[in-house]
């Protein structure tokens, strides 16, 4: 059984930090990508890393300031979020590909990825 699970949200001052955690099991995954979902906005991407290679892949508002990394030893995939502001509240959303093509090319676009995690809460208080 597939399954992708978050942790590491939480209620942060702004300009503090959080790190994302998503942990995967049930088969191996070709790109890992973060995606979040403000009150009444669709949901975006925000970063994405692929198998190989590392290549990764930011949303313009996070350059700099977010880091996505992963561990295949350990089937998980982490965003590190730095100065964070009260725009970056929302239910943050791992997601997963198995798609070949995703080896080397980052996948950045909701269809891309399959699998789901259930989202977790990062509320940035002014």
């Known amino acids: 059984q597939v399954q992708l699970v978050e942790s590491g949200g939480g209620l942060v001052q702004a300009g503090g930090s959080l790190r994302l955690s998503c942990a995967a099991s049930?088969?191996?995954?070709?790109?890992y990508g973060w995606f979040r979902q403000a009150p009444g906005k669709e949901r975006e991407f925000v970063a994405g890393?692929?198998?190989?290679?590392?290549?990764?892949r930011y949303a313009d508002s996070v350059k700099g300031r977010f880091t996505i990394s992963r561990d295949n030893a350990k089937n998980t995939v982490y965003l590190q979020m730095n100065s964070l502001k009260p725009e970056n509240t929302a239910v943050y959303y791992c997601?997963?590909?198995?798609?070949?093509?995703?080896?080397?090319?980052?996948?950045?676009?909701?269809?891309?990825?399959?699998?789901w995690g259930r989202g977790t809460q990062v509320t940035v208080s002014s």
């Open positions: 997601a997963a590909s198995a798609t070949k093509l995703f080896t080397i090319v980052v996948a950045t676009t909701r269809s891309s990825y399959a699998y």
């Open positions: 049930g088969r191996t995954f070709r790109s």
């Open positions: 890393i692929s198998l190989l290679s590392d290549n990764t």
